[in-house]
């Protein structure tokens, strides 16, 4: 069984259609890419499948359970008046979760992304690549069933880009997490995902989809080889044949 399938979904907000025709599948385990450039409606359909907003035509299942997808958004969206670990147990105050319980799980978070050093730190007080690991601390602590990312790292550089892919790939292979990820950069969907479909704009549609065969445990690895570069020429050429 599909964990999270669309079919013929179509997004249109009042004359302007978004998503056209949308047919995907994410299995329970898979960490799946999406590629197209700005304005394809990438963000939109992870609002599709978080349920935050509706489709307007087709159809769309989810079958986590509900409460069980988290949203990391590409800003941090830290609260400025909680300090780190007050932001982080936000999503646990909001079910009413136990003080201990929570207490628990934001140490467990703090150390599993390297923040306890920075735990009583406000948001102005840390870097960019800081506040991206609480956002994803927050988002995790909840043990959701389904992550959905939205261009994590765009704020990010490179170096601490590709340092946070690893570390999310880690927690991934932990974890078994459900995950789908959004961006434009070509190597980042191919280092982290499985599987990547291609979009293309105006309006938002599947032009390709391409399966990533690698050995999983390192993706640090994987980045230098032959075959990570062979298949972001392959991505490359399906988005330049789209412009043509
Ligand atoms: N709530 C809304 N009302 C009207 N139009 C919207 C709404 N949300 C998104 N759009 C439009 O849908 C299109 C796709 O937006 P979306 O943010 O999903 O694209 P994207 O691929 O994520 O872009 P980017 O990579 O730049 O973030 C844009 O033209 C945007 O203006």
Sequence with gaps: M???KL???SKTYKNLTVLKNVTMEIEKGEFVGILGPSGCGKSTLLTLISGLEKISSGHLKNNSTK???AFVFQDSCLMPWKNLEQNIAIPL????TPQKEISEKVNKYLQILDLQKFK????RELSGGMKMRASIA????????VILMDEPFAALDQILRE???DEIYEIYLKKKLTSVFVTH???EAVSLCNRIYIFSAHPGKIIGQIKIEKDKSSIKNYRNSEDFHKNCVKIRTILENQND
């Design 67 to 69: 409460r069980k997808s």
């Design 2 to 4: 599909n964990f999270i």
């Design 163 to 165: 340092r946070l892919a």
């Design 93 to 96: 105050e909001i079910l009413n």
């Design 138 to 145: 927050r988002a995790l602590i909840t043990d959701p069933e």
């Design 185 to 187: 950069n070509i190597a």
């Design 120 to 123: 009583k730190h406000f948001p």
């Design 7 to 9: 079919e013929n979904v």
